[in-house]
């Protein structure tokens, strides 16, 4: 028997896409794909899972705090050269710490969602 075991799609819903759009791919430096419906903004991965952004499918505002116990982790391979190149453009939630899966800091993207970044070596 199989099991559902690789992650194959995540998607965040965002209170204003084109916001968004622009957070992601200017500030995180994504890259978009050309397959996006209008509701939606899907972006390359090197890993296989999509990733996307869309639309809200529920009340965003009937919550506080939105993805309260999700975490997203993203790879990057020079999380201080990155970091510095983020000032100001996005909100720092906790700065640059060495944990037991290497470097890592957390970030907000314009909603709250908090993104944690990994520092990994290139393969």
Do not use: H
Not at 103 to 122: C, K, M, S
């Amino acid at each position: 028997m199989s099991a559902p075991t690789q992650l194959g799609f995540v998607s965040l819903q965002v209170s204003d896409l084109a916001t968004s759009r622009q957070f992601y791919t200017e500030v995180l430096g994504f890259q978009t794909l050309p397959s996006s419906p209008p509701d939606a903004c899907l972006f390359a991965t090197q890993s296989g899972a999509l990733f996307a952004i869309r639309t809200p499918i529920v009340d965003l505002q009937a919550t506080s705090q939105l993805g309260w116990g999700v975490s997203l982790w993203f790879s990057i391979p020079d999380l201080a050269a990155f970091l510095e190149r983020l000032e100001r453009k996005a909100r720092l939630i906790r700065g640059l710490q060495a944990t037991p899966f290497g470097n890592t800091a957390i970030i907000a993207d314009p909603d709250g969602y908090w993104l944690t970044l990994q520092e990994v070596t290139a393969a």
